[in-house]
């Protein structure tokens, strides 16, 4: 695996190794296993269904690294979904799923952490977006977690659930192996509880309220040849923005505190919109913006300027997310002229997962 560079200012410079593993190693159950739980195992199907995320920006990209949770966050639950189905085995584990080892090592970790010796059958159907800013991995192992829990009475709390993900939080290589990757908590909070979640660092939710209740969500997925997934994401994420958010973190706090949660409170999209455009010039997410070219501004830009209320690129991106009250006819006419097209039209998930009991 690759050694990166991380390089925070000219006296800042460190070498980050990626040590791939098989699942089921560097297990971190928190200190959580030293309780003992009362397992009630359910003789039936368990079911969640877990709405997947938009993550408009870190926080303070200095507070976070791969094994290292945190960084804090804001984002908001979609309704474009995550299907998993566990059930309790005397010993064997069987996974469903094409991304087979990050469920995995999570399963490892559920059951060092409550002390389960029995086995899971595990069928997951993720959304289909993969590496495109909407967050399939944390929302599968969020659905995943709680579909386990629930199938053992909840030996765990929401918290507990989301920290064990956070802490474990690993992505997978081409060679079946995994490495840790890099996780705000902004996914799991906002799955688990729908709307909108403001996150602070070591996974701690700050905040969590419905988010543009009766309006439309559009993602667009601009044309772009660079990944954002990787080798690249890690120097995106481990170096300029780094450099951006010193500069930037206090004011973009600010934000968040003094403006973003008024406009949550008032159900004020247009508000919330004008402090999701002015972070998208600020800090890290200024770099993961540039990261793909001036283009994505470009395109952001013609779509402020064609009064939409709230434009936002997601994650790493290249994934532009935009809330507004117009139908879907009338989002396309404004798109068409840009060369652009909606690939999902959705709207915020204001409820949060969905947990069904099956016989």
Not at 52 to 70: E, K
Not at 189 to 203: C, F, K, P, R, W
Not at 299 to 310: G, H, N, P, T, V
């Amino acid at each position: 695996m690759p050694t990166m560079k991380i390089r925070g200012g000219d006296l800042d410079l460190v070498e980050y190794e990626f040590n791939a593993f098989p699942p089921g190693q560097n297990l971190k159950t928190l200190g959580y296993e030293k309780k003992k739980y009362l397992l009630k195992p359910y003789p039936g199907k368990i079911s969640v269904k877990a709405p997947a995320r938009i993550h408009l920006t870190v926080l303070d990209m200095n507070r976070f690294a791969p094994d290292h949770p945190g960084g804090g966050g804001i984002g908001f639950a979609i309704q474009c979904y995550c299907m998993i189905d566990v059930e309790c085995t005397k010993k064997v584990i069987e996974i469903d799923y094409s991304r087979s080892a990050i469920i995995e090592n999570f399963v490892a970790v559920f059951k060092k952490t409550v002390g389960y010796t029995g086995g899971f059958k595990i069928k997951a159907i993720d959304h289909q977006h993969k590496h495109v800013g909407l967050g399939s991995t944390s929302t599968v192992m969020i659905a995943v977690a709680t579909a386990m829990n629930e199938a053992l009475g909840r030996p765990l709390t929401n918290d507990q659930l989301r920290k064990l993900i956070g802490h474990n939080y690993v992505e997978e290589t081409a060679d079946g192996n995994i490495v840790f990757g890099f996780e705000t908590g902004v996914g799991p909070a906002v799955s688990l509880h729908g709307g909108m979640a403001i996150m602070g660092d070591e996974l701690t939710l700050v905040y969590h309220h419905p988010f543009a209740v009766g309006k439309n969500v559009y993602i667009i997925i601009p044309p772009t040849n660079i990944s954002s997934a990787g080798t690249q994401e890690f120097d995106l994420l481990m170096n300029r923005a780094r450099t951006l958010d010193y500069r930037d973190r206090e004011l973009k706090a600010y934000l968040f505190l003094m403006d973003l949660v008024p406009a949550l409170e008032h159900d004020d999209v247009k508000k919330a919109g004008d402090v999701i455009w002015e972070i998208e010039f600020r800090g890290s997410k200024r770099a993961e913006v540039e990261h793909h070219s001036f283009a994505i501004y470009h395109y952001m830009s013609q779509l402020r300027d064609a009064k939409l209320e709230f434009v936002g690129m997601s994650s790493v991106g290249p994934s532009i997310a935009v809330v507004t009250a117009l139908d879907k006819k009338a989002m396309e006419k404004i798109l068409k002229p840009l060369g652009l097209s909606i690939a999902i039209a959705t709207k915020v998930d204001n409820e949060g997962l969905k947990i069904t009991l099956k016989k």
